[in-house]
C-alpha cells in the first residue's frame, strides 16, 4: 500500500485463449516416440507394429497406418479433460472407409469422453462426445475421397457441435452439457476399447481446449503458427 506494508495475494490463474493441449507433427525421422509441441507434455508412443513413419510427396513427414492394430497412446493428463471448449483436428489421407476408422479417441474403460472418426457406420466422417452418458454425433453426409488429403476438425463451445471439412462448415448441431471426463489414454489412428483401425495416412494432429474459429482452422491448415 502507500505506506510500504507488503502483503501476500492469491495466486491468479492466467488461460492462454485457444491453447493448444496436444500437437503432433509427426515430424521424428525414426524411433516410436511422438513428440507434442504444445509444450504440454503430452508426448505419445507409436505401437510396435501397424503404424510407421512416412514421407508423402505433399505433407513430408506423416505416419502410415495399416489398418490393423497400429495406433499411438497418449497417457491421460488432466489438459486432455476438456468438457465445454474444444477442437480436434487433423489431415487424414484413408486408403479404406469400411467400418469405424478411427482419427482420434480419449479412452474411458468401454466408452470414449471425445472422439474424431474418417468413418463410422453412417458412413460418414464425424465427431462424436460423451455427454450424459449418450453420445452426440455431427456428421458430414457424404464418403471422404480416398488417396486424397482431407482436413477434419470438430468443434464444441458448449452451446453447438460442428464439423469442418477442409476449413468450411459443413454440419452443426446445437448441444449442451459438460463432455465426461476418463482417465485412459488419447489415441490416435486406432482405440484398444473397439479396434476401430485407421488405414491410410495422417498428419498435424492437434487438439485446443477452446473452440476455434473457421479462421484459425484455416491458419491451421495451412502451417501458420500463432503469434
Known sequence: DTAGNMA?????????????????????????????????GNHGMMTTAGVVRDID??????????????????????????????????WVKPWSLFGWRTVML???????????????????PAGYLNIDSDERAVRWLRLMPLGEWTHLAMTYDGATMRLFINGEENESRPQTGAVMVTS???????????????RGQMDDVRIYDAAVGEAQIKADMAGVEPE
Do not use: C, H
Open 184 to 198: 485412459v489414454q488419447l489415441s490416435i489412428g486406432g482405440n484398444t476399447m473397439w479396434g476401430q483401425w485407421f
Open 8 to 40: 501476500i495475494s492469491a495466486p491468479v490463474r492466467i488461460r492462454i485463449a485457444n491453447r493448444r493441449v496436444a500437437d503432433y507433427r509427426f515430424n521424428g525421422a525414426s524411433g516410436r516416440d511422438i513428440v507434442d509441441a504444445s509444450g504440454l
Open 106 to 124: 480419449k479412452e474411458g474403460g468401454n466408452t470414449a469422453a471425445f472422439a474424431l472418426y474418417a468413418n463410422d457406420l453412417g458412413p460418414w
Open 57 to 90: 510427396a505433399q505433407r513430408g513427414n506423416v505416419l502410415q497406418f495399416s489398418g490393423s492394430g497400429g495406433m499411438v497412446s497418449v497417457p491421460d493428463n488432466d489438459s486432455l479433460d476438456l468438457q465445454t471448449n474444444m477442437t480436434f483436428q487433423a
